[in-house]
């Protein structure tokens, strides 16, 4: 059975920052394709950053240079870090694991950034 369980998300102010946890069971997460997407209320869930199973890392426009996606082979687990935090950046946060047909998602983490 796989699960994807995410963590770290708070309230924090503007300018600051969080790291976003998502620890997975029943995959390795070398071999998927890992993501963030998050989802504002009232809005659509939108792809934050994602990291291939070789490494390879992209970002949404809107948080390049702020957001940086990781990941801990050893314990099976990915990270968002998030600097220099927006309230635009306020959503819920789901991790995202996907390999050709199959893909499995976190039951979501809030983040809110205060003005």
């Known amino acids: 059975q796989v699960q994807l369980v995410e963590s770290g998300g708070g309230l924090v102010q503007a300018g600051g920052s969080l790291r976003l946890s998502c620890a997975a069971s029943g995959i390795i997460i070398n071999i998927y394709t890992m993501g963030w997407y998050r989802q504002a209320p009232g809005k659509q869930r939108e792809l934050v950053a994602v990291?291939?199973?070789?490494?390879?890392?992209n970002y949404a426009d809107s948080v390049k240079g702020r957001f940086t996606i990781s990941r801990d082979n050893a314990k099976n687990t990915v990270y968002l870090q998030m600097n220099s935090l927006k309230p635009e950046d306020t959503a819920v946060y789901y991790c995202n694991a996907r390999l050709r047909g199959y893909t499995f998602w976190g039951q979501g983490t809030q983040v809110t950034v205060s003005s």
């Open positions: 990291m291939t199973g070789g490494g390879s890392a």
